[in-house]
């Protein structure tokens, strides 16, 4: 490791143990900068010492003499760029460097102190600087501990301590991480992605060089190999050493290789992800030359060929300074028989919470228990149970009059992720006539229709079990092959509510009670068990509703029923607006709409509002319980 002595301004050489304590500088680069054998040769140092690019070497040298420190490290004249090995050393180094260093000065070149006549003050000039875009700068920020910000004339702006709220609102960098109360090494590889996504280098392949040190890897310089593959290689060595399924939770939009991301703005929209924590293992995911190989709980849908596959990370939505929801992050996957590839649509990889998203908040109501109110509360995100009982304390009971937030199974499914080219050409036939799906909007236009606002994404987290899909009302609202129930059907007016005018609605999907009509539940020949499964959106106000139908024992499930069924759900909610609810349990049966996003592409429709079907509500309790 070279150092400039303070003093002398000379060049001295350490290594391992015998290095001293030293200061760093972080700065920008720009034309004038001064070169390890330039600042070599003392007459060339002397003859441009006002030079900025050397004016900002003697500026920090002083600073380290007044701090009472005798060596200062700078990238442009600590390190012999001539070298390609010592060049590689260096930046594989650089993290470490930055980490260990007594103080760092950030030296904001284009900051200066605004004169009395300037309608602009120092802190406009300290968010808008050109130092926040570098990729370089992002580890500089991160790796010390101690750092002191300066302007172009040196006056002293402040520590990153005392201005982390600032820095986090122009980094998106929280400030835990900043003043170094939480560790970077617990932060997802999807949020710390993120940080980087705006950020530029000048060498496209410095993009994934300088997040070497942030990732805790090591790897090889291969300047020319462009930034796609320099990032391709930093994705696979942070595979190698992490088991954080983030690194796939990117927007697929600029990607052609959907299984690794292109670029960090890929991550962009990933900056509260975070692990989910969860009370097991994760198995190990291995990616070859076939695709990704990873062990996953798998959500079922109305389709064939579509699945989400759980990763083990959320997303956190903040009301202020508490967690007012918890999103699980899905890949959507197009195939079959456990081979799939990345789907682009339809939905993206982050599920929005409801309350987050510009809807109201889901209800939650208080239920009868031997015609005793239960009383409610509203915990934290990750508070046990959010009921308080007296008398019995069974799980069941517990937990039924509440809102149970994660409705996935927990049973893995070994899965393989491929490309585009190996999938299709397995499924190319079956994969058209599903994709032909995401056109509905396209078939369900004219020429003075637009495209539809929402829709429903029909989703079981757990299975069908032994329930069969039997009608949906109106039929034609239904595109089995994508999963998608894109409402049409009008409220009959007598019943608008005069806050929820233009109520689109489904009148109900049933799935039947067995596998086949001819095995029923009960023996051969005995009646169906239906669930009626009433869902509906209002135009004017975005929000939606999801119900469980009551439909009694003379329920017969024929066609006819249909329009009674829908009746039954218009009389539950129109015109009562506390009766929109986004989640719904009647015994082993729930419900659950929490969730909205927007399309890719605005198909099917422009958002997609996932719908939960469970069916097994005392098996998923008793799975909790175990947990």
Known sequence: MRLINVTTLQIDEYFGTGIPEYAILSHTWDATEATLQQWSKRTTRLRKFKVPGYAKVYGACKLARQDGLRYLWIDTVCIDKSSSAELSEAINSMFAWYE?????????????????????????????????????????????????????????????????????????????????????????????????????????????????????????????????????????????????????????????NTLLAHHPRDFAAQGSVRPSFARKLTPPFTLSNAGLSLTVPLIQTMSPYWVLAVLNCVELHWDQEDVSARSVICLPLLGRDKKYMRARAPVTLISLGA??????????????????????????????????????????????PLEI???????????????????????????????????????????????????????????????????????????????????????????????????NREGSADPDGHHQSQHPRHGEGANYEYVGIYLAVDSATRNWACRILDLGASFSGMRSDLQEMTELGDGLILGKSEEWLHYDQQGDVIVAARTRFKTVKGKPCKEAIVVELVFDVEELLEERDSE
């Open 100 to 256: 260990n260093a007594k103080v760092c000065y950030v030296y904001l070149s284009d900051v200066k102190i605004p004169s009395k006549d300037d309608n602009i003050d120092v802190l406009s000039l300290f968010r808008r600087s050109r130092w926040w875009t570098r990729g370089w700068t992002l580890q500089e920020l991160l790796a010390p501990t101690n750092i002191l910000f300066y302007t172009r004339e040196w006056v002293q702006m402040g520590t990153k301590y005392a201005l982390a709220m600032l820095i986090q609102e122009i980094t998106g960098i929280g400030e835990g991480y900043l003043r170094g109360t939480r560790r970077i090494s617990l932060c997802s590889i999807a949020q710390r992605m993120s940080w980087a996504s705006k950020r530029v280098t000048t060498r496209e392949e410095d993009l994934a060089y300088s997040l070497l040190g942030i990732f805790g890897i090591n790897m090889p310089l291969l300047y020319g190999e462009g930034s796609q593959n320099s990032f391709r290689r930093l994705q696979e060595e942070v595979i190698k050493t992490s088991i954080d399924q983030s690194i796939f939770a990117f927007e697929t939009g600029s990607s052609d």
């Open 355 to 400: 309350d987050l998203a510009g809807g109201p908040k889901p209800t939650i109501r208080p239920k009868l228990i031997d015609n005793n109110v239960e009383h409610v509360r509203v915990g934290r995100e990750d508070a046990d149970t959010d009921t308080v009982t007296t008398g019995s304390t069974s799980s069941i009971e517990r937990t039924t």
């Open 405 to 503: 937030q994660d409705l996935t199974t927990r049973e893995d499914t070994e899965i393989l992720v491929s490309y585009f080219s190996r999938i299709y050409t397995l499924w190319g036939n079956e994969m058209d006539e599903a994709m032909k799906g995401f056109a509905v909007s396209e078939m369900m236009l004219d020429s003075t229709t637009e495209t539809p606002e929402q829709g429903f994404m029909l989703t079981f987290p757990r299975g069908l079990g032994e329930y069969r899909y039997r009608y949906s009302y109106p039929h034609t609202d239904l595109y089995p092959n994508i999963s998608f129930f894109i409402p049409s059907a009008v409220a009959p007016p007598m019943h608008h509510d005069r806050n929820s005018n233009g109520n």
